[in-house]
């Protein structure tokens, strides 16, 4: 299974990591995103997979010294982390609520299950990429993912004072454009 996201994922669902990838020969999931770990990433699996992929590691130049200090952040990040982790889903419909209710974006916040927040601003008349860098130069980043598509992604540095920032941010921007 390729699980990057597994933790929020099983969090969205209400259920365990452990009960989702029930039935998987291996899984891969990341430290870093919603775990918050600076960089990182784990592979389960059984041994013999793992020693394969030790060696196809290496081959691919992915190896890396010294990462004790890495795996100490990755193992505070697994150790940590998955309780709060519905802070940033309650944080990421909160914006989504607040995206709805400006005039020019549409989004569904029903849509809204995770920490990823997809919107479409094609009727501000503007595109996504020059909202975006608006909102970089006043302190809030977002990506345009295509023409008229912006995405926005909480996690556990973003606060819910910064939601608040980031919906009054984009309100007085597209409120500009009228
Ligand atoms: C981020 C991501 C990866 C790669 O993880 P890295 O730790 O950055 O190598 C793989 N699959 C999905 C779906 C991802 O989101």
């Given amino acids: 299974m390729d699980g990057a996201r597994v933790f929020n994922a099983a969090v969205a669902l209400g259920t365990s990591v452990a009960e989702l990838t ?5 899984v ?8 918050g770990a600076p960089s990182g990433s784990m592979l389960l699996g059984p041994v013999e997979f793992i020693e394969r992929a030790r060696v196809y590691r290496k081959m691919f130049g992915g190896g890396m010294r ?20 519905h802070r940033d ?4 419909k909160h914006l989504a609520e607040g ?19 997809i919107f479409d601003v094609a009727k ?3 595109p996504a990429a020059e909202i975006c860098r608006f909102l970089v130069e006043r302190g809030v980043l977002a990506s345009p993912t295509e023409k008229f598509f912006i995405r926005m992604v909480t996690h ?4 819910r ?16 454009l009228n």
């Fill in 124 to 126: 501000t008349g503007q």
């Fill in 66 to 85: 010294q990462v004790g200090v890495l795996a100490a952040a990755g193992l505070v990040a697994l150790q940590e982390s998955p309780q709060i982790l």
């Fill in 99 to 117: 995206l709805a209710e400006i005039p020019g974006i549409t989004i569904d916040p029903r849509n809204v299950a995770t920490n990823i927040v």
């Fill in 28 to 35: 891969m999931f990341c430290l870093s995103k919603g775990l």
């Fill in 22 to 26: 029930r039935g998987c020969d291996s």
């Fill in 156 to 159: 556990c540095d973003v606060t």
């Fill in 89 to 92: 889903h309650e944080n990421a």
């Fill in 161 to 176: 004072e910064g939601i608040e920032r980031a919906l009054t941010t984009m309100a007085s921007l597209v409120r500009s």
